[in-house]
């Protein structure tokens, strides 16, 4: 293992009418037992002044929270506003989240934040400030000047990875925009992402069909024969470990997953359905592709529990700690 030089992370608050001041105060509360590295919140103070428990410290510098860290949780208070009343959403919440969330890509391009991990924000409340991004994916590759087909959504948990290769749009539009280019481009990313961020040398790359049972040579859907399957023979003919389109339905249960690292499906819910079921609570979001590190939790807001301290932080602990193994992989790699 490489000595740990990273600077502190960077954590944007997410929805502050959410849980995402809680599962960050939270995950301040147990860094000792779960080894987090250092990290700062950026939001507003008064989110996280009244969390039960928790002493909060405000810094004026990212390098201040490594000193801090012991004794607080330290807080980068970049909006002022009262707090916010949890599991009631207002607009000036969601212009928190953005601002919070354009704070730490710079801190993290800037390289005064050694990753940033992202708290869950509604888009329903971004889209009404003015978001253009089908998510925070494509902001964040967007602020790192990377090309959305080139920055891919993995999900990851113990036992299962995946990648949905289309993903915040309509299901009536997945057939549409499941194109050769994007399987390649999709498959490449998460192929260099696997080696440079897990550290695994020669990943084996599943994918699954759009159709039922693979579309069942083409009598139920040619997409998997028409679209897949040729950008399937590229990426082989360049030295790829990757299977046929396989059908959905068969490849997540214990025995097929040891066959593979990581598996990618042709959009979200087919994807994020298995890892969610497996990993509600210590699955990753993580962002392939980006010069920096990004991670979340997988789950959102959870608007219907804010406020009544009950909300369960491993998937954010879990979110912190692959962004140290990320950071701690590339500087194995790199060097
Ligand atoms: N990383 C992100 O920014 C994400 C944001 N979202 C956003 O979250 C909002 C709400 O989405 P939903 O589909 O309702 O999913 P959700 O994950 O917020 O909630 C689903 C269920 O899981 C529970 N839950 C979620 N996190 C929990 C935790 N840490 N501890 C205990 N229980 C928890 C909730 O109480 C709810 O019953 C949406 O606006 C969506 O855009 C959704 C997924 C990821
Ligand atoms: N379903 C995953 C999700 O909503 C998180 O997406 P992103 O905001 O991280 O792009």
């Not at 042709?266 to 079921?277: E, G, R, W």
């Amino acid at each position: 293992m490489a000595e740990w030089t990273a600077k502190p992370f960077a954590i944007s608050c997410g929805d502050p009418a959410g849980v995402g001041p809680e599962i960050i105060g939270k995950s301040w509360q147990r860094r000792a037992e779960a080894g987090l590295k250092p990290f700062f919140a950026i939001g507003n103070f008064a989110d996280f002044d009244n969390l039960a428990g928790i002493p909060v410290r405000k810094i004026e510098q990212p390098m201040q929270a490594s000193d801090v860290f012991d004794e607080a949780l330290p807080v980068f208070h970049i909006h002022e506003a009262a707090a916010a009343i949890p599991g009631e959403t207002t607009m000036d919440g969601a212009q928190c989240s953005l601002h919070a969330l354009e704070i730490a890509c710079g801190l993290a391009r800037s390289g005064d934040a050694g990753a940033i991990i992202t708290a869950p924000v509604s888009k329903t409340q971004l889209y009404k400030v003015g978001f253009r991004y089908p998510g925070q994916t494509e902001f964040v590759s967007e602020r790192c000047g990377i090309a959305r087909e080139n920055a891919v959504m993995m999900l990851a948990g113990p036992s299962l990875r995946v990648v949905p290769m289309t993903t915040h749009i309509a299901l009536k539009e997945v057939a549409e925009h499941l194109t050769a280019p994007l399987i390649i481009a999709r498959a490449r990313a998460a192929e260099k992402a696997m080696i440079r961020n897990f550290g695994i040398e020669k990943p084996r790359i599943a994918i699954s069909g759009l159709n039922p049972h693979a579309g069942e040579n083409g009598n139920l859907g040619d997409e998997e024969q028409r679209i897949m399957q040729p950008a399937i023979d590229e990426l082989r003919l360049d030295g790829m470990d990757i299977t046929d389109p396989m059908p959905a339905d068969t490849m997540f249960h214990e025995e097929a997953r040891i066959k593979y690292d990581v598996a990618l499906c042709p959009y979200h819910d087919q994807a994020l359905i298995p890892l969610k079921t497996l990993h509600f609570f210590d699955g990753v979001n993580i962002t392939l592709g980006l010069p920096i590190v990004r991670t979340s939790p997988d789950h959102g807001t959870a608007f219907n529990i804010a406020g009544q301290g009950i909300a369960d932080p491993r998937s954010m602990m879990a979110a912190i700690q692959m962004a140290a193994t990320a950071v701690a992989n590339r500087q194995i790699h790199d060097h």
